[in-house]
């Protein structure tokens, strides 16, 4: 199978898709990402994350109020399409096990960016009304967002009543829970311009890590943002294991984040650091597909290998 998965790439190099292989390789999975996906009116557009994060919605819910539309800080639709990509992939491979049949899947950054509107998306499409830009204020919970406090910031998400009446008694502002126009989430809703104010005033008055012991300790959802620094000098991520140093042939030793996910039964091993381009080339053709000096040469000649 790996010989015909080499062949079908160097196929796909020349322009044959899915339709024309796979009478001959019937058990083939084919993943191919594009912008805008295989068919529809821009299906021939070149597709980038900042285009995707625009024309999919993401960023109309993304930035202040008054402010412009923003996108993520990082390339959000990219690496949300790889990874339905290797779920669509996987789910093929166990049909693949069950059938015999390969499959095409058709993947695009514009569609992974509608997907995951979640909420917004749902709302929108059972209203029609277009959800307005918070900050960073939640839209269907009160208070949820970032406030200042005497030397920075803190993240409050107080997700029931339960939360709200337990970080008022440890704000020590217990009157705001007994309010009536606040006592549930539907009324902090309704009346979060009068009540974002005094939470405003209470949070300012100590720092982030007196706030976040503080409300750790009474159950209520909290934290620091942190810069990159912090975030991998805080104690729970070096519990996690989620910085690792390897070996690498040119950089003499390269730092990296982990995997995050932690397998039982088959825990993430890392065996190669990140390659140069065409690092591993010869050695896959060679010993893994079993190729000779001279079908390597030719592949390399007819630009379908590189690397050396």
């Keep these: 199978m790996l010989i015909e998965n080499f062949r079908v790439g160097a196929l796909a190099k020349y322009g044959l898709g899915y339709d024309d292989l796979r009478d001959e390789f019937p058990a083939l999975v084919y993943c191919s990402i594009t912008g805008f996906g295989q068919t529809g009116p821009y299906r021939d557009r070149a597709g980038y994350d900042f285009l995707a994060q625009g024309m999919g919605g993401i960023m109309s819910v993304t930035g ?106 440890a704000a020590g502002a217990p009157e705001l829970a007994a309010n009536p126009d606040f006592a549930t989430n539907s009324d902090r809703i309704r009346n979060r311009d009068e009540l974002l104010p005094k939470i405003r005033d209470i949070l300012r008055s100590r720092t982030t890590d007196d706030w976040v012991s503080t409300l750790e300790t009474a159950g209520v959802p909290c934290g620091p943002i942190n810069t990159l620094d912090r975030v991998f000098d805080d104690p729970h991520a070096k519990a996690r294991g989620m910085a690792i140093e390897m070996p690498h042939p040119q950089a003499g030793s390269v730092n990296l984040v982990a995997a995050p996910a932690k397998m039982s039964e088959t825990p993430v091993t890392y065996r190669r650091p990140p390659p140069v381009r065409g690092e591993h080339t010869v050695e896959v053709l060679r010993d893994m597909l079993g190729l000779t000096d001279g079908e390597i040469v030719r592949l390399r000649n007819d630009g379908v290998a590189e690397g050396e």
Excluded at 89 to 105: N, S
Excluded at 143 to 168: K, R, W
């Design 64 to 169: 202040e109020p008054a402010g412009m539309p923003m996108k993520t800080g990082i390339g959000i639709a990219d690496i949300m399409t790889g990874m339905h990509a290797s779920t669509g992939i996987l789910a093929a491979l166990r049909h693949r096990d069950a059938t015999e049949m390969g499959q095409h899947i058709d993947l695009s950054l514009f569609e992974t960016q509608i997907s995951w509107l979640y909420y917004h998306a749902v709302e929108y499409l059972n209203t029609g009304e277009n959800p307005d830009r918070l900050g960073n204020a939640h839209a269907n919970i009160v208070p949820s967002e970032v406030f200042e406090t005497a030397d920075g910031h803190v993240i409050l998400a107080a997700g029931n009543d339960g939360q709200f009446v337990n970080f008022c008694a």
